[in-house]
């Protein structure tokens, strides 16, 4: 079972200003597609991976064939990160969170500012190319980061939200301006969705 290029979950222009709608086009059309297409390529070499689910491939890299664990890991993660990242993002979102997603950050973190001001520092300092996520780890959360398409199911934590920090995410808008970049995608972040996936984590 081949993997699937799913459409955005909005129009393309649905975040501006703070993401622009060419970006938007060749994020989804072109580098979220490749990866799609690469992984697929990758799974075609081993039948005995099809109809895995991706999460199931993803947290175990080690059981994954040495001629393809490289591919699996780099577009496998590219397409999942991806699939999230559309997700946690919706036309006039914003704000804060509420519920039980806003007292385990207040919990975490102290205070909901503490942890925005926590996770845009753990983004803007990541080196070159890579993603910013808030994952539950153990009773509690935590702010980490991994380079490139990795992901942090890979060492056992579960990411209810992500950010792209490639220059591709951000670049034809904010050229280098990354922590322009991060400061207004709190604009569309979709707490909602968040809270969905702290619940069911």
Do not use: C
């Not at 703070?18 to 994020?27: G, N, P, W």
């Not at 109809?51 to 780099?74: C, F, Q, S, T």
């Not at 990242?85 to 950050?105: R, T």
């Not at 991060?182 to 969705?193: C, D, I, L, P, Q």
Request: proline content about 5%.
């Amino acid at each position: 079972m081949s993997f699937q290029l799913n459409p955005l979950p909005y129009a393309y222009d649905a975040l501006e200003p703070f993401i622009d709608t060419l970006t938007m086009q060749i994020h989804h059309d072109k580098h979220h597609a490749a990866y799609v297409t690469n992984l697929n390529a990758a799974l075609d070499k081993h039948p005995e991976l099809a109809g895995k689910p991706l999460e199931a491939l993803l947290v175990d890299l080690n059981a994954i064939p040495e001629d393809v664990r490289m591919a699996v890991r780099n577009h496998g993660g590219g397409t999942w990160n991806h699939e999230m990242f559309w997700q946690v993002m919706a036309p006039n979102a914003g704000g804060e969170p509420k519920d039980s997603l806003e007292k385990a950050i207040v919990s975490s973190f102290g205070t909901f500012s503490s942890f925005k001001s926590e996770f845009e520092k753990v983004a803007i300092s990541r080196f070159g190319s890579g993603w910013a996520w808030l994952v539950k780890k153990g009773s509690g959360l935590a702010i980490v980061s991994t380079a490139n398409q990795d992901n942090p199911i890979t060492n056992g934590l579960n990411p209810i939200l992500g950010l792209d920090v490639w220059e591709h995410a951000y670049y034809l808008k904010y050229q280098n301006r990354r922590a322009e970049y991060v400061s207004n995608w709190w604009n569309v972040v979709n707490w909602a969705e968040v809270t969905r996936r702290y619940s069911e984590k």
